[in-house]
């Protein structure tokens, strides 16, 4: 019985071992110092906070890295802009943003493309009123529509 | 039949049993010296057997004796829980790396759009958007 419950032991350990492996160990890890300069040049906007950044955060922007000469000129402007804010929002803001895009991904491109006039609208609401829309909790679509004629 | 040879013993002591108990139920007269006889063998199988082992022990016991000996208890048990070890690490991997480029993929487009990152990341405008959507 006891050899039985090593066994099993072994085992379990063995396969934690190697569900663990892939992340423990590896290139997980580049210091900022053995980035390439392409690397750096792209990711010029996260060197102060890269070193502290947990390791699939810094395989995430190596791929990015890896897009960013692919990217048009105007692309590449966008994302020397955003990386560092987006770098430094909280994981829920960014697990937010991700599910909000691929909410508006999925709708019809027309509908996209009007995605830009109705941030326009929204803007020129009165500052109140978004503050109101931001504290409401998003509601379910039928309660919603019960209330609004 | 070797004397160590302990499932088929087993086997045939079972078998002498169900005989032995249609024997009975056919009535069976005994006399005195068969009786005794029985005795003497009920007393020394009682002798012979070990005090049992209770409950999971037991069962464990029967199972390794099933599978023919502690020698095949690697083999039969290790192979299947080694084999669900590495499909459960392999999925995980899997999934876990198709998650990273799933991310990888919308950062990338989320980075690059051509609409501000304030779009996707103002609640009111979410929360609009669907008020709006709702009351066409």
């Not at chain 1, 996260?46 to 390791?55: G, H, Q, T």
């Not at chain 1, 699939?56 to 890295?65: C, P, T, V, Y």
């Not at chain 1, 109705?118 to 919603?144: C, G, I, M, N, S």
């Not at chain 2, 029985?38 to 049992?52: H, I, K, V, Y």
Request: charged share 30%.
């Amino acid at each position: 019985m006891r050899r039985v419950l090593v066994l099993l032991a072994l085992c379990l350990a063995a396969g934690a071992v190697a569900a663990a492996g892939p992340r423990a160990k590896g290139p997980a890890k580049p210091a900022w110092a053995q980035l390439t300069a392409q690397q750096q040049q792209a990711l010029a906007p996260l060197k102060n906070d890269w070193d502290n950044m947990e390791p699939q955060r810094r395989q995430k922007w190596l791929g990015i890295a890896k897009r960013y000469p692919k990217m048009k000129p105007e692309e590449q402007e966008r994302v020397e802009k955003r990386m560092q804010r987006w770098a430094n929002l909280s994981p829920e803001q960014r697990n937010l943003a991700r599910e909000n895009y691929k909410n508006i991904a999925r709708v019809p491109p027309e509908k996209r493309a009007s995605l830009r006039e109705q941030w326009a609208q929204y803007q020129a609401l009165p500052a109140p009123e978004r503050a109101r829309l931001e504290a409401t909790a998003p509601a379910p679509k039928r309660a919603r529509k019960k209330k609004t004629p | 039949m070797s004397r160590d040879d302990v499932p088929n013993k087993a086997m045939n002591e079972h078998q002498f049993g169900d005989r032995i108990a249609h024997l009975l139920n056919q009535g069976l007269r005994l006399d005195a010296h068969e009786l005794a006889r029985l005795r003497d063998a009920r007393e020394q199988a009682l002798e012979r057997l070990q005090p049992e082992p209770a409950g999971a022990l037991a069962w464990a016991g029967r199972l390794v004796g099933s599978w023919g000996g502690w020698g095949m208890v690697s083999l039969r048990l290790a192979a299947p829980v080694v084999a669900l070890g590495i499909a459960v690490s392999a999925v995980y991997t899997w999934q876990q790396k198709q998650r990273a480029a799933e991310v990888e993929e919308i950062d990338a487009l989320l980075l690059t759009d051509d609409l501000p990152l304030d779009v996707y990341l103002d609640r009111g405008f979410q929360n609009w958007l669907k008020k709006t959507a709702a009351e066409q």
